[in-house]
């Protein structure tokens, strides 16, 4: 058996050069990427748990003085490989707009509120059942300045770690049913028949009564070659 | 076979959340030097809000050897400018089993790419032979090569046109 990665299916990702978002067209290179065959360097990865991960950082909610304003939600799932196994004990990064679509960053200049209670910044490791659970609020849609008129779909950033560099993947959570998806170009550069795996599902046996509604989002990365190799 | 989750983009309010005091420096010990480049739009334009990554084997080449991470993150600052303390890399082999040149591999992250894009760091000093390498182009294989700086090396980023970054399809 190759120590190789899967390579992922086409219809997958979205093309770089996607024109509907703006700024893909000075960004995405022009030449094809090089095929290169998987050495060490790319089937090994870094391991981030013990120290990057402090107790709480997985509960926006909670990281300043007050409670920030918005509706609270639990997000949670499974990071999978594409074979079904667990990823255990890997990092999970998060990280989102306020209720009112503001992010506590420098440069968004969106005339929102900031929240004094809410950074949005949350990360995790996950489980030995590849698990992981944050607490935060529900994000506000915000503008930008793609076309007339855009508003990006309500969205929680994502990055995962994996266990090897080609693993890697940095992704956006989507709610199910929003009216923005139609005219969202980040959300629709992706395949259409995958789209369906970047938005999480109500999931009403993981609320908290009287507290939180929950929402699940299965994460998957790529698993390893299952073609034989000849050698 | 489970569907895989799709990549997005950053965006371009990441770096609170992604860049860690510590994240540059992969090692500082006493062979330690500075990698620093700019990254680049395909108008020449600075990228002031791009994520570098970097991944690597210790001197020996031994990937998550104890003590050594392995690991750098830095985001550009307003000038387009990344830079990550380590060391060289020591040989790993191709999966044909023949040695490669001494390399980081890069992933590029930033508004407006919708995925990452990865490339390596070679460095033009070294002497090894590398398979990767030489199946490139001359002019092409140039953007690979990472040169000897005041601090140690420079490696630019070129997104696109002009002397464009060679990207690796993983
Ligand atoms: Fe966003």
Redesign the pocket.
């Given at each position: 058996m190759s120590t190789a990665y899967a390579r992922d299916p086409g219809g997958t990702h979205p093309p770089l050069a996607s024109p509907g978002y703006r700024s893909t067209l000075l960004r995405a290179p022009s030449q094809p990427p090089v095929w290169l065959e998987h050495s060490l360097t790319e089937v090994t990865g870094p391991v981030l748990g013990e120290g990057r991960v402090l107790p709480g950082d997985h509960d926006l909610t909670t990281q300043h003085a007050g409670e920030p304003l918005g509706e609270r939600i639990i997000v949670h799932g499974r990071v999978l490989d594409s074979d079904g196994r667990a990823v255990p004990d890997t990092l999970v990064e998060l990280?989102?707009?306020n209720a009112a679509g503001r992010?506590a960053h420098v440069r968004d200049q969106h005339p929102a509120p900031l929240d004094p209670h809410f950074t949005g910044v949350g990360r995790c490791l996950t489980d030995s059942a590849g698990g992981y659970r944050f607490v935060t609020v529900k994000?506000g849609a915000?503008p930008w300045r793609n076309h007339e008129n855009a508003w990006?779909a309500t969205?929680l950033?994502f990055s995962l770690f994996g266990r090897a560099f080609v693993q890697r993947l940095v992704t956006?959570m989507y709610f199910p049913g929003d009216p923005l998806f139609g005219q969202d170009p980040i959300f629709l550069a992706v395949p259409e028949a995958a789209r369906h795996r970047m938005i999480c599902a109500f999931d009403l046996s993981a609320t908290v009564p009287d507290w939180a509604l929950a929402y699940r989002f299965d994460i998957v990365l790529r698993g390893r070659d299952q073609t034989p190799t000849e050698t | 076979m489970l569907g895989l989750t799709p990549s997005q983009t950053v965006?371009?309010?990441f770096s609170h959340a992604l860049t860690w005091p510590d994240g540059p420096v992969v090692d500082e010990g006493p062979d330690s030097f500075w990698l620093r480049g700019t990254v680049f739009d395909g108008e020449g334009a600075l990228v002031s809000d791009a994520l570098i990554e970097t991944w690597q084997p210790d001197g020996a080449g031994r990937f998550n050897h104890p003590g050594f991470r392995g690991y750098g993150r830095c985001g550009t600052d307003d000038h387009g400018r990344w830079a990550v303390r380590t060391v060289l890399p020591g040989v790993v082999p191709a999966p044909d089993g023949r040695p490669q040149a001494p390399h980081i591999a890069v992933s590029v992250f930033a508004r407006g790419l919708l995925d990452r894009v990865v490339t390596r760091v070679y460095f033009a000093d070294s002497t090894v032979e590398d398979p990767v390498l030489s199946a490139l182009p001359a002019d092409r294989r140039e953007t690979l090569l990472a040169r000897r700086s005041a601090d140690g090396y420079e490696f630019d980023i070129r997104l696109r046109g002009e002397r464009e970054t060679v990207f690796f399809a993983v």
């Open positions: 990280w989102q707009a992010y994000p915000y990006r969205h950033h956006q | 965006g371009p309010f």
